[in-house]
């Protein structure tokens, strides 16, 4: 498939000019659930609006699938987004927040965008054509797992999770935004060292973009129990191939804690 990098990169950075005005300056227009991180304002549909209309005229057969007003997932081809990834940071002026966009084909990201809008850096990755930041190519670090910082999501409040999470920060120093796409950036950069989902609060638009991003930049992207990766499944590792290895492939692998 012949992908309109420029085009796409383009469209995706022409929505700050609606984002940046409002950040830290908009208040919410409902919340999806009791959490606070889980809000909605009419910026986050906005550009959801934008993205949609702006892609269709650069591939009109694509479909668009996005967090606030979904779209048709059965299509062989689509666009997978996430409007304002960090809604709750962008209301109060906190800049891990980011716009992401994904190209799905035949099941598999074949490209992705994730913006920091705040900072105007655009992050982007297409399969086995490398990761770059601002057209630099980028890459994950080689710390091993005494050296790392991780980023988990792992739903704690469950009894049956507080295990897996207490024998992670028993071997790393863990870190957390609360926002994927910020910290699918920092691993993809090296500045951490990997990211982990299990039994996680994010959908398929939260992951897509970061995980090929971090692939792409030379990490090792694989759902839990697997030897490849689906984005469809939201438990998976994304890290350097020491820490994969560290936690995953070792005597004491994580994956004897998971149901």
């Known amino acids: 498939m012949n992908i309109p990098k420029k085009e796409i990169i383009d469209a995706v950075r022409s929505t700050r000019s609606l984002t940046l005005p409002h950040f830290g300056n908009i208040t919410v227009k409902e919340y999806k659930s009791e959490s606070s991180t889980d809000a909605v304002t009419e910026i986050d549909q906005a550009v959801e609006k934008k993205l949609k209309e702006d892609l269709f005229k650069i591939l009109p057969d694509v479909p668009f699938v996005g967090e606030e007003f979904g779209g048709d997932r059965e299509s062989e081809t689509l666009w997978l987004s996430d409007p304002i990834d960090g809604t709750g940071h962008f209301i109060r002026g906190i800049p891990f927040c980011t716009t992401m966009l994904a190209l799905i084909d035949k099941g598999e990201v074949i490209f992705s965008v994730i913006y920091d809008f705040v900072n105007d850096d655009v992050y982007h990755a297409e399969l086995g054509k490398g990761a770059y930041k601002n057209n630099e190519k980028i890459s994950v670090s080689s710390r091993n797992l005494q050296q790392a910082y991780l980023h988990c999501e792992i739903n704690s409040m469950k009894t049956e999770n507080k295990e897996l999470l207490a024998a992670i920060r028993s071997k790393a120093?863990?870190?957390?935004?609360?926002?994927?796409?910020?910290?699918?950036?920092?691993?993809?950069?090296?500045?951490t060292e990997g990211r982990i989902v299990y039994d996680g609060f994010g959908k398929d638009y939260d992951f897509a973009a970061g995980t090929l991003l971090v692939k792409e930049a030379g990490g090792i992207v694989r759902n839990f129990k697997s030897t490849s990766y689906d984005y469809r499944n939201l438990n998976f590792i994304a890290s350097n191939q020491d820490i994969y290895d560290e936690l995953v492939s070792s005597n004491d692998s994580i994956e004897n804690l998971m149901n």
């Open 173 to 191: 120093n863990l870190i957390q935004t609360l926002n994927s796409g910020f910290e699918f950036v920092l691993v993809a950069c090296g500045k």
